[in-house]
């Protein structure tokens, strides 16, 4: 079942995406915003009277201690993010989209990051200052053959 | 022989009335089908994708009927970091003809996909309408629903309403376009799949038939005046095209639209089959045998409520 999203809970939502990876306000003005399982949150389009969604739009968040972003939308918007950025070289890309951990060289602040292959956006991962965790869902892992 | 190969021969021997060339169909059939995908621009530019994909087979082909399907030499287009991020989706060349047909009426506009998994047109869908207006995906299974469900994740859908219902007991919604790509016997799909092979059965025709006539039933009595209904299946059996379309001419108020797209070769609906008799108006239905472009088998029909 999905909720509307209280404005306390986009507020913090806003403020985070402007704060890690600096992404304007503005790109979500057109969603409404909805609260769904597992503290899921989801951006999509009005609700529809009688019809009961499993979901609606896409999911960008999940709303524990910190908002974790998806690799979803991640890939949605990571052309427009350039802030907390961790790009990785062929190899690295490779064993990323296979669902590997990895210790790249970067001296980004620990926190959720962006993982970039030159301009294109694998995902999310989580940096802890030694390791990047994976964050792709593994139904999403890939052996990827071409690159 | 193989299980495989009767059932195409089968297949070839029913349809040898119809078909307008029996030899080259029969040719046809039995060839491979190369792997075909379109430009997701969703999530990328279509011409820097395209100039990356063609580093891994340069001989990768534009359609002459759809500005945005190719076909490559590759078979494993599913392990290239376009297909992971969502830039392109692997999709066979006839199902991409329902969006085409209905170009006019996508902008913007509320679109009903009545049996939508796994996503394919529904995707397409909302990349022609860059993710405006309001799409509702409904399938009546939860694992097709997963599917859908990921396709619409990785090609960064954000217009749709995901549903799971058997669409006869959908929810009376006004839309501007119902999409009824009905489950079917799949044997347009022959080239490719040989699960269609191993499950196909006879009665098969009979159980899909009431199944598709129920749900553009459905369709037909669900929809505004004005509004578009698109019929379609993977199948060249006429008891679940013009037998389907034939009779819903005839119980509900509707009018059978002409259909063409640049390019692509197509048959006509036909008439007649084993005795039966349809509405001449389903001559505007457009049927397109494997021969003729060189892709699957598949049906369309393009209704207006009034």
């Known amino acids: 079942m999905l909720a509307s999203l209280n404005l306390e809970k986009k507020t913090q939502i806003l403020d985070y995406c402007k704060e890690r990876f600096d992404i304007s306000k503005k790109i979500f003005d057109d969603y409404n915003w909805y609260l769904g399982s597992k503290n899921r949150i989801f951006i999509g389009p009005d609700k529809i009277e009688r019809i009961n969604p499993e979901s609606i739009g896409i999911c960008v968040f999940r709303l524990n201690k910190t908002p974790k972003p998806t690799t ?13 950025v961790i790009e990785l070289n062929k190899k690295q890309t490779t064993d990323y989209c296979n669902g590997l951990n990895l210790e790249p060289e970067t001296d980004v602040k620990p926190g959720f990051v962006i993982v970039k292959y030159k301009k294109i956006t694998l995902g999310c991962g989580h940096w802890n200052g030694n390791l990047l965790k994976n964050q792709i869902p593994k139904s999403r892992f890939c052996k990827i053959n071409y690159l | ?13 029913r349809y040898s009335n119809i078909v307008d060339n029996s030899p080259k169909f ?4 039995n060839e491979p089908l190369k792997q075909s995908f379109r430009v997701n621009t969703l999530k990328g530019e279509k011409e820097e994708v395209l100039e990356k994909l063609k580093t891994y087979d340069s001989k990768i082909e534009k359609v002459k009927w759809n500005d945005n399907a190719f076909v490559s030499n590759l078979t494993n287009l599913g392990s290239s970091i376009e297909h992971f991020t969502g830039q392109i989706y692997i999709q066979e060349l006839t199902s991409m003809i329902p969006p085409l047909i209905v170009k006019d ?12 998994a796994p996503g394919s047109k529904t995707t397409q869908i909302a990349d022609m309408m860059q993710n405006r207006g309001h799409i509702i995906a409904n399938d009546s299974r939860h694992t097709r629903i997963k599917s859908l469900r990921g396709n619409l994740d990785r090609l960064g859908v954000t217009n749709t309403t995901v549903s799971l219902r058997d669409f006869k007991s959908f929810p009376n919604t006004k839309a501007e376009l119902y999409l009824v790509d009905a489950p079917c016997s799949s044997e347009g799909t022959i080239r490719k799949k040989n699960a269609v ?43 679940e095209n013009e037998k389907i379309v ?11 639209k002409r259909i063409n797209l640049n390019g ?42 009034c």
């Open chain 1, 72 to 84: 979803n939308f991640l890939q949605l918007f990571g052309n427009q993010i350039y802030k907390n």
């Open chain 2, 1 to 13: 022989m193989g299980a495989f190969q009767t059932v195409k021969q089968n297949i070839i021997e």
């Open chain 2, 26 to 29: 029969a040719k046809f059939v």
């Open chain 2, 105 to 116: 009426v996508i902008e913007e506009n509320k679109i009903i996909d009545c049996c939508a």
């Open chain 2, 197 to 239: 092979a191993r499950k196909w059965k006879e009665k098969d025709y009979e159980r899909f038939s009431k199944l598709q006539k129920g749900l553009l039933k459905k369709a037909c009595q669900m929809a505004p005046k004005g509004s578009t209904i698109i019929y379609s299946t993977c199948t060249f059996s006429p008891d």
């Open chain 2, 246 to 256: 034939s009779e819903i001419l005839t119980e509900e108020s509707i009018d059978l």
């Open chain 2, 264 to 305: 692509l070769k197509t048959g006509k609906g036909i008439t007649e089959w084993n005795g039966q008799i349809y509405d001449k108006e389903v001559e505007k239905c457009m049927r397109i045998w494997p021969h003729q472009n060189d892709t699957d088998g598949f049906f369309v029909a393009r209704m207006e409520k």
